[in-house]
């Protein structure tokens, strides 16, 4: 697949609107055959006595002769100033721009511009100026940030059009104190085409496979004369979060204007996570062979509890960005000092405890091994087959142990790289590239894991009895032989669980 995503940089074309009422009519168009007055400069504008209320900076996305197409699934928009030092005008300590700011779209060149948004935003400017501020220094730019500017959840139309006005009142303070102006540039962040196809092929492909999968598990566990175990519950729950975020809904996103993708998205993915890290403190627990009182969603209160508060904290902070952006698109929590601080200290957070939690996985994997190597010491005693068969229980959970513990840094570092390069436009000084190669083996990745699961963990239809033409497999009859260790049978636990609690008898 090619890279996830695209950034295309725009330059803004300064045009002159002296009409009284601004943006009531008409659209400024910075080319083509129906476009607006322009001017090179702001020297240009003072000798022509324009005032900076009539000048428009207008962007078109995309450049000319070039079309959206909803297979970019989302644009993200950044904006950079260039801002000149004057000694008569410079830039205030902590100074904020006011801008105005329309967005409008249509799908044929004839069309007249529908408008899909309008607001007035504040944005902080943080920028440094490398020389001395003197006289010999005037005309030479600040180096700022890049501000967030808009994020779209769709991409359904062909063109569109962005009109920015920086509205100056003295009086008021608006725009004041912002330094000279030269030139506003935009880069817009979208999703490749090519890669979306190749993740849609994805889903399409694997949500069937999963689906069979669920399907043969659970007509497995219901063909018991038991009730399903907390472990077997827990992995069904994985398999149906796997299968949603599977779902390729994405194919309607082609079709309809659905700006709410992106937010159903991060839910999706938010409760996958959130299933993925309870299933793997169960899974580890249920294999403790401790003494302890298991098989109980309540015994795991301590664990899963967090994991829970820290998923609900993280879907509260997405609805401030993306759901507010359903309605405004220019909207960003990254705009004022508490939202930065909350979005960063959210961030942050999340990837401590997200550390501190894969942290406190190895350390219940050592435990469950140590006690395993420990019960290990009776094997030499029992019979060849039977001791072939516990040799394949341990291999094969100690294989699945290991790949937990795979999967689970693979996760974790998946989860911290997206939230920073998610972030890097926002905070400017970062910059991560992330190829599909990891996005498309991760999300493989999942969906093996989760297949392996139920493949290995679903209850052995199969019956060992005494009379056997080895003979000597010295098991009960109809007991089940499977790779779980808690009780899996009306006569009793399991062999692994047997052998664990040291009761298993020759």
């Known amino acids: 697949a090619p890279s996830p995503t695209t950034a295309v940089p725009y330059m803004s074309v300064k045009c002159i609107d002296v009409r009284k009422n601004h943006h009531k009519t008409k659209w400024l168009m910075p080319w083509g055959p129906n ?96 020389s001395p501020k003197t006289v010999e220094s005037e005309g030479r730019h600040y180096d700022c940030d890049f501000l967030p500017f808009m994020e779209m959840g769709s991409v359904a139309h062909k063109y569109y059009l962005i009109n920015i006005r920086l509205p100056v009142n003295d009086r008021k303070g608006i725009n004041v104190g912002i330094g000279e102006i030269k030139d506003i540039r935009l880069v817009g962040i979208h999703q490749n085409g090519g890669f979306t196809k190749v993740w849609f092929a994805m889903k399409t492909f694997l949500t069937p496979s999963i689906l069979i999968i669920m399907v043969w598990y659970w007509r497995r566990i219901t063909l018991m004369t038991r009730a399903p175990v907390l472990l077997e519950k827990v992995i069904f729950a994985l398999g149906i979060s796997m299968t949603f975020i599977n779902i390729p809904v994405e194919w309607f996103s082609i079709g309809f204007d659905w700006t709410w993708m992106l937010l159903f998205g991060d839910i999706r993915q938010g409760i996958f996570y ?37 998923s609900f904290c993280l879907f509260i902070f997405d609805m401030c960005e993306r759901g507010v952006q359903l309605k405004n698109p220019f909207y960003s929590i ?6 930065t601080e909350l979005a960063m200290a959210f961030i942050i957070v999340a990837g401590i405890c997200l550390c501190l939690y894969f942290l406190f996985l190895c350390f219940m994997v050592f435990q469950v091994f140590r006690n395993i190597s420990g019960k290990q010491s009776s094997l030499p ?23 937990t513990l795979a999967c689970a840094a693979m996760t974790v570092i ?73 009780i899996t049978h009306v006569d009793g636990p399991t062999e692994v669980y047997k052998l664990a609690r040291k009761e298993a008898q020759e």
């Open 35 to 130: 476009h607006c007055k322009k001017l090179k400069d702001f020297d240009e504008a003072v000798s022509r006595q324009i005032e900076a209320n009539d000048i428009v900076f207008a962007v078109h996305i995309p450049l000319p002769n070039k079309e959206m197409s909803p297979w970019f699934q989302f644009m993200l928009i950044i904006m950079q100033l260039d801002i000149a030092f004057k000694m008569d005008n410079d830039l205030k300590e902590n100074a904020e721009i006011t801008l105005d700011v329309s967005l409008a779209y249509r799908d044929n060149v004839f069309d007249d511009w529908e408008e899909i948004a309008h607001a007035i935003e504040i944005r902080k400017l943080k920028c440094t100026f490398g």
């Open 274 to 310: 959130a299933m993925l890290l309870s299933f793997w403190i169960i899974f580890c627990g249920e294999h403790m062979m401790d003494q302890n009182e298991r098989n109980r969603l309540s015994g795991y209160w301590k664990q899963v509890g967090p994991i829970a508060v820290g």
């Open 381 to 403: 005693a029992m019979s060849k087959a039977r001791r072939l068969h516990y040799e394949g229980l341990i291999f094969r959970f100690k294989f699945l142990m290991l790949i």
């Open 414 to 486: 998946f989860f911290i790289v997206s939230q920073v390069t998610e972030g890097h436009w926002k905070w400017g000084d970062i910059t991560i590239q992330v190829n599909s190669a990891f996005f498309t083996g991760i999300y493989g990745m999942w969906n093996l894991y989760v297949f392996a699961l139920m493949f290995l963990y679903a209850p052995s239809h199969k019956n060992y009895g005494e009379d056997q033409s080895n003979g000597d497999l010295g098991v009960n009859s109809g007991e089940e032989l499977q790779l779980t260790t808690t």
């Open 334 to 339: 990254w705009t004022t000092e508490v939202g």
